[in-house]
């Protein structure tokens, strides 16, 4: 089993930056592939990037690409994702999640992951 807990979220202006965490726990972390989704009000979860276990192969939604970077550091058990150019659509609150099964690739599908965070609200003011 793997516990995630974010952190970082915030209230920053448009066209800033923010950095949120998820720090994981749990014999196979390294082994998981990890993803991070938000979910704006009134709106379904969506996909934002994902990140497969070794840290060499990302995806990105359409609408993060080119601003949101993801990455992992397995020594400290801690996923990140650097958010900048931020706009006020960004607003929703962001979950880390960690994949079901271990190694295999980078994966878009919430149905593929399987412990998932509380979320941590990040907020975009024009």
């Known amino acids: 089993q793997v516990l995630v807990v974010e952190s970082g979220g915030g209230l920053v202006q448009v066209g800033g930056s923010l950095r949120l965490s998820c720090a994981a726990s749990?014999?196979?972390?390294?082994?998981?592939?990890m993803g991070w989704f938000r979910q704006a009000p009134g709106k379904a979860r969506e996909f934002v990037a994902a990140?497969?276990?070794?840290?060499?192969?990302?995806v990105y939604a359409d609408s993060v690409k080119g601003r949101f970077t993801i990455s992992r550091d397995n020594a400290k058990n801690t996923v990140y994702l650097q958010m900048s150019s931020l706009k006020p659509e960004d607003t929703a609150v962001y979950y880390c999640a960690a994949k079901g099964t271990i190694y295999g690739g980078v994966s878009r599908s919430q149905g593929d992951y399987l412990y998932w965070g509380q979320g941590t609200q990040v907020t975009v003011s024009s």
């Open positions: 990140i497969d276990w070794s840290g060499r192969n990302t």
């Open positions: 749990g014999r196979t972390f390294n082994k998981n592939g």
